[in-house]
């Protein structure tokens, strides 16, 4: 099974609003990755969890707030967002001495 | 420093003929290298990967790609598309063996048109 799972599909939020992105997999894999996807452009890496511990952050903007809290569970916290964020956020997982990475399907946010 | 270029950012083909899509590579070490395929409003799904065991990599749903040290190039292929290939397909570079941040071309949309 080399599934991962995303929720929500789709996301809607204000500017003040507050929500959090979740994702899953139960392969055993002790990385974890978020992703930023804007339309017709390839992933962005944002951040990177090993043993669930952060590991790499790309720059990312704190109103983005990740936390791994078990080694099959990855959430992106998000609060005071900016229209420009509207974009799809993949999740990803790997096992730690392989740089193939799984794919969720993808939250879809829109920030209004 | 590790790059990836995919040399065509639309490709069309009529359903039944053969599909290439191209890319080369850039990288200071052995690469692995990857094809993932993107279905509208979908995540990335593994197509294949190249490793170093063999240079004719096999893949998923008829896919295959062949690795070219001299060329740099990792090129994927399919002898006969069908209406679900249409997709973005992105070629993708390692930067090390193990977890870590992975390169990712500009991406490739394939039409195929009836």
């Known amino acids: 099974d080399t599934e991962v799972t995303q929720t929500p599909k789709h996301l809607v939020m204000g500017m003040t609003n507050k929500k959090s992105l979740k994702c899953e997999q139960h392969m055993g894999h002790r990385a974890m990755y978020w992703y930023k996807q804007k339309a017709k452009k390839p992933p962005e890496l944002m951040f990177v969890y090993s043993y669930e511990k952060l590991s790499i952050n790309e720059s990312v903007p704190s109103r983005f707030s990740p936390e791994c809290p078990n080694s099959s569970l990855l959430n992106l916290h998000l609060h005071a967002l900016q229209p420009e964020d509207s974009a799809l956020y993949l999740c990803a997982s790997s096992h730690l001495t392989t740089d193939t990475q799984y794919f969720g399907p993808g939250t879809r946010l829109t920030v209004l | ?114």
């Open chain 2, 1 to 114: 420093a590790q790059s990836v270029t995919q040399l065509d950012s639309h490709v069309s083909v009529s359903e039944g003929t053969p599909v290439l899509l191209r890319c080369n590579y850039s990288s200071s070490y052995s690469p692995s290298l990857f094809w993932y395929v993107q279905h509208p409003n979908k995540g990335l799904q593994l197509l294949l990967k190249y490793t170093s065991a063999a240079t004719l990599v096999k893949g998923i749903n008829g896919f295959e790609a062949e690795f070219k040290k001299s060329e740099t190039s990792f090129h994927l292929t399919k002898p006969s598309a069908h209406m679900s290939d249409a997709a973005e397909y992105f070629c993708v570079v390692s930067i090390r063996g193990g977890y870590n941040k992975l390169i990712f071309g500009a991406g490739t949309r394939l039409a195929v048109h009836p």
